[in-house]
């Protein structure tokens, strides 16, 4: 018989305070998202009222399958749970489920509230019940949970049997600090369960402080914990929170948590992984972590010669699970022969077929490898992966050549000594005999300036001749710049996301030490693989 | 009374299975000085005749007070260990220590090397007999250890106890594909020591590849393991090996571990760990992980609105340890999130002092939350955050004023039909009354077109009349381009990092929907900044 282990996100919320994040609303709806095909039982989705994106994204809240929570904290002193306007605030998102953050810490009730201890514990069972009556779940955050029990563990046990006996339904106990190792995790949770609290109303929260988040969760429902709390990818305040992308695969793969525990997430679900971790550092435009566990490109790479040979023999022998489980890849450097399944499948996705014994395979793979080694990243831009393959196999039709462009980026004062700005961008191209010459600026309706790209992207789609027709519902609607490599050889990498108006969506790339040639690069592949794609005739 | 406690780096050996890295001969050496300084109590230099590089290593050995360590494996069956050519190699190089791998897990010895049980364990027998009659201290790293304990605990057993009885100082417990859990481990190394093998003769070495390399790394010294190997930094083959960046101030700051042990690190030596940690990823050209433990820059960067009004009564309330105890230090950035609070904690960090009930506290805050509406980012451009609130209150001295700049981007074919690209920037400043004309071109050294951004940067810094001298060691660093918003809406963030001969690092920020104008924005903040931080004089 498996026990249920509750998984609940707070990318939203505690992912948020990491620093250098701040998430749109777009971004947000993205992340729930893709949460929800993952599986997580709770979203997390902000704090309503903290801040204007928080508010607007519980007023259009995603419909999903995990429950969906508001994060708030409890009702300050000298007012009624009714009457607080920052509870208020959070009840009117209208969540199914409310997490209330509260203090279990005597220090912290004295020091940063200012306080009674006993006006706390009445803080936390009045916000609670309030709560309850409201037809809310209540979860309690005992934010310190684990110092404040070192210090003085009646009054933090106080702090938590308020919660519960008001009708939480989760008492989280969170390591704020992120300072407490895995063993006082452990026996701090054994005497919580020892003092009345049942584990399966108890949650784990915990910081990478001392690079042991996992393990604190792990150590958490080892005592006996059915709710666990983290991040995507690790976000977080300070050092992040417990991975998710990391504590789920163990959950799932490991025992004795494979065979003990049901979640939310299914096996399945494990092999979109991957990709879901990608998809958000892609969101947020940070490098992904390459070392990361079971998701990073680097978690089945093996480089060793004695562990090369071996794998060759036995993948198990130097691995601890099939990459393919988490939906990730096995690289041996060295060894093309890893690679040519992934490879046909990825040509079928494009509809070119070709055979599993043709030496072609190979040379496409070394053309995409070299390239990547030059900065060039092909896993979102298939386009024009698509590109380099039919290349190499002699089927890209050649539509019309580049001859030259130039572009003028251009800032002064005006006469009213207004800084004013422009961009001018002049393409030449050949298509068949005939030359083509033309010119745009980068200035929009309202007269805004919007940059060198935007020009070239204009200059070049204004006449393409024959294929104009084709070319003309075309429009970028996203640009991602990456720099690869550091200091003086810095390599820029720009990926365009282009539409057309039936709402087709194809990615490009293109990578040089110059931003505005790696984006014309991608502009080009753009055009290029629509003209394919719509069978248009070489002229 | 205190015990022992060793600490082995395997940096240099272990840490160079890094996807990505590989260390030259200087890079090895400034990393053992390191190491040194630091007080590890061996230094594993690599695998001696394995490659050039580490074998010129081993050659020109550094002096240090840790124990050198080289590398190598187990004799092949067939031969003696003294006819074994390549263990010859590794007692060529002379260290006073001797690691050599070898296998412990019956399906290794039959799958992977092919031979007999029983010759597996001559070959244990035999190495490290060997090492010992030369006078060498050894080292048996088990390879695959826990995983051979689980399928087979007698013939594991067998080959520890192999070493042991030759002489072997040390038994090395390897968790080689990283996929043991804590629990495990700590039962496995009760075990172990349960059947004989002194804790005080075990070491510990894990990987990283289910986030649990530091709390597994614990769990084996708290089974009573008294040695630990690890890597600065994490570095190592797949995820990375135990982080002694982590491991070694949860050694020497938490308990039970800090009054229990003494290691080679003393706790003074701590307060370099932030330093040595970004000196190795400056070597390696890296950029530094923000959120590591300890030594990452957001350590100890406080961003949620609560956290920041509590640390500025009391830091204990948000902080684990002191950042000062490793080097690091305390960071409040500002963003959206936070109030008031956070904000005077930050100009305090610039040297800028406003009472709390100063009015201009809400303008700066005012004007923070306005461009951060538009796309800027200050909690990492703290540099361009503190031009702002200056700006606010009067106190940002007008040093020169750009009066124009231009631009321009070309590519064309040349006459052998190559493609080639140049960017030039054209930048007229007013210095006092002086009109200053400058032009730079983007090619480098090599002949590689950098770009129009390297073309402006060089333009705008080649001559600045009287604040020359202050400007001429200024260099970008880094470099990151975000699309804020998406679509036609587009506006892009720059945020750049810039440094000075003293090491000295500053970030600032532009945005604009014209790329080459938000990096402008970047690099006049970054020129500003300097010049108000060295004293400049307006002209």
Redesign the interface.
């Known amino acids: 018989m498996t026990e249920r282990l509750y998984l609940y996100d707070t990318t939203l919320r505690d992912g ?5 994040v ?1 998430f ?1 609303l ?1 971004e947000k709806q993205q992340i729930a998202t893709a949460l929800d095909s993952l599986g997580v039982d709770y979203i997390e989705g902000g704090w309503p009222g ?2 204007p994106t928080d508010s607007d994204f519980f007023a259009a809240a995603p419909k999903t399958r995990a429950t969906f929570t508001a994060f708030g ?1 409890t009702k300050r002193a000298g007012r009624s749970a009714e009457n607080d306007e920052v509870l208020a605030g959070v009840m009117n998102a209208g969540t199914p489920a409310v997490c209330l953050v509260g203090k279990s810490h005597d ?2 009730v004295t ?2 509230l200012g306080i009674e201890l006993d006006e706390n514990v009445e803080n936390i069972r009045a916000s609670v019940a309030h709560l309850v009556a409201q037809g809310r779940e209540a979860l309690y955050d005992a934010e310190h949970f684990f110092d404040g029990y070192k210090a003085n563990p009646d009054y933090a046990l106080k702090c938590l049997k308020a919660a519960f006996d008001a009708g939480a339904r989760w008492i989280v106990l969170c390591d ?4 407490t ?3 006082e995790v452990h026996q701090i949770t054994k005497a919580v369960i020892a003092a009345g609290l049942p584990g399966d109303h108890l949650g784990i929260h915990t910081h ?8 604190c969760s ?2 958490a429902i ?1 005592a006996g914990a059915r709710q666990v709390q983290g991040t995507l990818n ?1 976000l977080g ?4 929170n417990a ?1 998710l992308t ?2 789920i695969p ?1 959950l799932l793969l ?1 025992e004795p948590y494979a065979s003990q525990f049901e979640t939310g997430v299914k096996r399945d679900a494990l092999q979109g992984l991957t990709r879901i971790s990608r998809k958000l550092d892609d969101i947020l ?1 940070r ?1 992904p ?6 998701v ?9 010669g ?2 090369a040979s ?1 794998i060759l ?2 993948p198990t ?5 099939p990459p393919e489980t988490v939906g990730n890849a096995r ?1 041996v ?1 060295m060894s093309n022969q890893a690679g040519q399944s992934n490879l046909r499948a990825r040509l079928a996705d494009a509809g070119i077929d070709v055979a599993p014994d043709d030496p072609r395979l190979g040379d496409i793979l070394n053309r995409v490898k070299e390239r990547e080694d030059q900065g060039y990243a092909y896993d979102s831009a298939q386009a024009s992966f698509e590109l380099v393959a039919r290349d190499v196999l002699g089927q890209l039709p050649r539509f019309f050549e580049v ?11 005006n006469k009213r000594n207004q800084t004013v ?1 422009l ?1 001018e961008a002049i393409v030449v191209v050949k298509i068949g005999d005939e030359k083509k010459l033309s010119v745009s600026e ?1 200035m ?1 309706a309202s007269g ?7 020009a070239l992207a204009k200059a070049l789609a204004k006449d393409l001749g024959p294929y104009q027709d084709i070319i003309d519902d075309l429009h ?8 690869t ?4 050889e ?1 390599q ?1 990498r720009v990926i365009i996301d282009s539409e057309d108006r039936d709402g087709h969506r194809w990615s490009t790339v293109g990578v ?6 790696a984006s ?1 690069q991608a502009l080009l592949d753009a055009i290029t693989w629509k003209l394919l794609r719509d069978g248009a005739k070489p002229a």
Chains 1, 2 share one sequence.
């Open positions: 948020q305070q990491t620093q250098g701040q749109s777009t903290a801040n904290m220090f912290h020091t940063a704020t600090n992120g300072g190792l895995p063993h990478d402080d001392t690079g042991n988040a996992v393990a792990l150590a080892d690790g305040e300070r050092c992040g991975n990391t504590l163990v490991k435009n490098v972590n390459k070392a990361s566990p079971f990073g490109s680097s978690a089945f790479a093996h480089k060793a004695l562990h071996a023999k036995d022998t130097y691995e601890h699970i690289i450097p001859k030259r462009y130039k572009v003028t980026i251009e800032r002064r004062k700005s961009s980068s929009d805004t300036d919007r940059g060198p790209v935007n970028l609607v996203d640009f991602k710049v990456r720099i490599q550091g200091g003086t810095a820029t040089s030490p110059n931003i505005v040639d014309f």
